[in-house]
């Protein structure tokens, strides 16, 4: 009913930058928040960045002035810009929606998630 495509991930060196985007389907009414969380081997999922329907973003502190999320809502897309990029930023990468299916109570929906590797 939902689907949440990821794109964009990679092996990079490290110091370089890599742009992933998680475009959203379905017959959605709104999205209230998108976001980007990450999941290293033998870790917890961690929430890397979020962003408001309405602009408004947030940050993990260990991202803070190397990543920017962003979105389209024309395109129910949302972007995360990836710089300086050090080996402990390799994990998979998911994307997470807040949002309103017609039809259906507001929910949160996740991406299958993609790779980024910081290596050299």
């Known amino acids: 009913q939902v689907q949440l495509v990821e794109s964009g991930g990679g092996l990079v060196q490290p110091g370089g930058s890599l742009r992933l985007s998680c475009a959203a389907s379905?017959?959605?009414?709104?999205?209230?928040?998108m976001g980007w969380y990450r999941q290293a081997p033998g870790k917890q999922r961690e929430l890397v960045a979020t962003?408001?329907?309405?602009?408004?973003?947030n940050y993990a502190d260990s991202v803070k002035g190397r990543f920017t999320i962003s979105r389209d809502n024309t395109k129910n897309t949302a972007y995360l810009q990836m710089n300086s990029l050090k080996p402990d930023d390799t994990a998979v990468y998911y994307c997470?929606?807040?949002?309103?299916?017609?039809?259906?109570?507001?929910?949160?929906?996740w991406g299958q998630g993609t790779q980024v590797t910081v290596s050299s």
């Open positions: 379905g017959r959605i009414f709104n999205i209230y928040v």
């Open positions: 997470n929606a807040n949002l309103w299916v017609v039809g259906s109570p507001v929910g949160d929906y």
């Open positions: 962003i408001t329907d309405g602009g408004s973003t």
